[in-house]
Nanobody, 130 residues
Framework: EVQLVESGGGLVQPGGSLRLSCVAS????????MYWVRQAPGKELEWISG????????YYAESIQGRFTIFRNNAKNTLYLQMNSLKSEDAAVYYC???????????????????????WGQGTQVTVSS
C-alpha cells in the first residue's frame, strides 16, 4: 500500500523557516518524481515544486522561487521542502504527491487538481503569523 506521510508544519513568524518532510512507503521511491502542492483556505490547489526521481532536476513556482528548496533522500524514502523567509501568504496545507509515471518529472503547472498525481499525503498545516 502506497503511503505518503507529511510532517513538519506548524506556526512560524513571518521571515521564519520550516522544513517539511514526506516519508514514502509502498513503492520504489527512487523511481518516481515527487511534488509539493499547497492549498490556502478558500483557495484552489497551488502547485509549488517538483523534483526528479534522482534529485537531479527540480522546478519551482514563481511564488516561492528563491525561498523554498525541494530535495530528497532516496536512502530514507523521504522528500523535503525547506521553506525560508516565510510570508503570510505561504500559510496553507502542504501536500506531497507522487507522479503516476516512472522516471518522469512534469513541468510546473499553473492549475492542478488531485487527479494530476496518483497518491497524495494527508497534508501538514503551515501557519505564518506574528
Amino acid at each position: 500500500e502506497v503511503q505518503l506521510v507529511e510532517s513538519g508544519g506548524g506556526l512560524v513568524q513571518p521571515g521564519g523557516s520550516l522544513r517539511l518532510s514526506c516519508v514514502a512507503s509502498g513503492f520504489t521511491f527512487d523511481d518516481y518524481a515527487m511534488y509539493w502542492v499547497r492549498q490556502a483556505p478558500g483557495k484552489e490547489l497551488e502547485w509549488i515544486s517538483g523534483i526528479s526521481w534522482n534529485g537531479g532536476n527540480s522546478y519551482y513556482a514563481e511564488s516561492i522561487q528563491g525561498r523554498f528548496t525541494i530535495f530528497r533522500n532516496n536512502a530514507k524514502n523521504t522528500l523535503y521542502l525547506q521553506m525560508n523567509s516565510l510570508k503570510s501568504e505561504d500559510a496553507a496545507v502542504y501536500y506531497c504527491a507522487k507522479d503516476p509515471r516512472r522516471r518522469r518529472l512534469k513541468r510546473p503547472l499553473t492549475t492542478i487538481t488531485k487527479n494530476e498525481y496518483d497518491y497524495w499525503g494527508q497534508g501538514t498545516q503551515v501557519t505564518v503569523s506574528s
